[in-house]
């Protein structure tokens, strides 16, 4: 499952996550805005603290890096 780590004050969030759609491409979006944990489980698990993030098989892309996002869900 793709899991798209995103807030409400992000610009490049829905640009993500409308370009995952248009792919087919099916996610969890998580809103981390006001939810300390998720942002220390985020931070934990990347080192970062910047969004949008996404997250396939442990593996992830932080912000909108279409190459690399590609690769992630092929």
Do not use: N
Not at 5 to 11: K, L, P, R, S, V
């Amino acid at each position: 499952m793709v899991k798209v780590y995103t807030t409400t004050w992000c610009a490049y969030c829905p640009q993500v996550k409308k370009w995952l759609s248009m792919k087919g491409q099916d996610f969890e979006a998580i809103d981390v805005t006001d939810d300390l944990e998720k942002q220390k489980e985020l931070h934990t698990k990347t080192g970062m603290t910047s969004v949008p993030v996404v997250e396939r098989d442990g593996r992830f892309v932080v912000g909108p890096q279409w190459g690399k996002l590609a690769e992630l869900i092929a």
